[in-house]
């Protein structure tokens, strides 16, 4: 099929190259001239394992172009929207101004049996209203809304092969056809048994904002049982293992740590209570609100824990903050817990200084000020404590002998609950981690 992609970030571009994998015929655009160019030369601008191969082969196929010109989306029958919906500055809620600009810009270049896939992350209600927006200006194209469910670090699998895939359409005319295109599009996960799920706008809209309040919670559950258990000498993973053999409860997403950041879950569950608040139903989702402030607290209990462990005072105290990424295998530090230990350490007056194997460049590029390190080891050297804030697999696998040689004291935090506690008290640390005695 011939299709569109809008907006080339995380999202967009992993759309627009697994599209294209896909054998599809791809036009992506996006309004950031520099973005366009490192992506047409095969150069992801940010950190995405397995994109480079994706997007290399796809560019040489011929069957994928980036460019800035709108216009050259004329003769596409899909349209996916994939720009950004970040928190407004002033309040919780959704800055929605690029969907409608995207949506502006698209509007003089459809066709009229055309379907506009929405992909971003929208307060519920948003489709329809943009549905009414297609009608208004005399477009017969359809409005469909097909939300993204992808992670950062599994982008491609994640599209290639998702776990779900939901189909939101209006009822009415072109409700079939849309369907029928989405289905086409996505033929090959279909076949290979992926469950589909069609529905209409408001429950597509509504399906991933519950998915990340559902997520967050559980984070933010773990996290407030971890303040327990340190309270009363209990063992927070041991329950976490006990409660998740319960397959009603299950494993996953209730790792105890410094908590959840990222471009998504903090801004769309911010973005959800104020939207229920528009609607008169704040009530109703005000323990989001509860579950943004454990995960707030985190980050303090977290800078805390690295003063009081290297005794009490931080100014000049050398501290080696390893991670910045808001999780491993992404370079984003959109609302990274890492990057606010780093930042708060250094505002407590404390001599950071960090190391990320792929999230330098942005923490830089966010904070000029913060000192890094070229490597693990660097950033180790002479430091009264470490504290680990993002489990990459290099650090998860250091060995605290060699750690041990390279500090001037040996204390670590394990603000991710990741490293044996054990091997690393044998190897004469002071260790200490959250909700773990
Ligand atoms: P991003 O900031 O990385 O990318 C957004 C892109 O849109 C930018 O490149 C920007 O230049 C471009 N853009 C803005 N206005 C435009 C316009 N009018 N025309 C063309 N391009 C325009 O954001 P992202 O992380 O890719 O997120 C995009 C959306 O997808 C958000 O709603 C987000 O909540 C949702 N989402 C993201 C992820 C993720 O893991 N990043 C996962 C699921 C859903």
Redesign the pocket.
Known sequence: MRVSV???????AVHAAAMADLGHEVIA????AE?VAALSAGNPPFFEPGLPEILTSSLASGRLRFTTDISEVAGSELHFI????PQSDDSGAADIR?VD??ID?LLPNLGPTDVVVG???VPVGTAQRLAERLLSAGSSATLAWNP?????GF?VKDTLSPDRLVFGVAEGAGHQHALAALREVYATAISAGTPVVETDLATAELVKTAANAFLATKISFINAMSEIAEATGANVTELADAIGYDTRIGRRFLNAGVGFGG??LPK?IRAFSARAEELGLGSSVAFLGEVDAINLRQRERVIARVIADAGGDAVDLKVAVLGLAFKPQSDDVRDSPALDVARGLAVAGAQVTAYDPQAMGPAQRRFPDLNVAENVQQALLDADIAVLVTEWPEFVQLDPRNVGDLMAHKRIVDARNVLDPAQWRAAGFHYSSLGRP
Request: net charge negative; charged share 25%.
């Open positions: 809008i907006g080339c970030g995380y999202l967009g655009v996006d309004v950031d973005k994939a720009v950004g919906t690029f600009a995207a810009a992909k971003s992350t993204e469910f992808l992670r950062e982008a471009g998504c769309d």
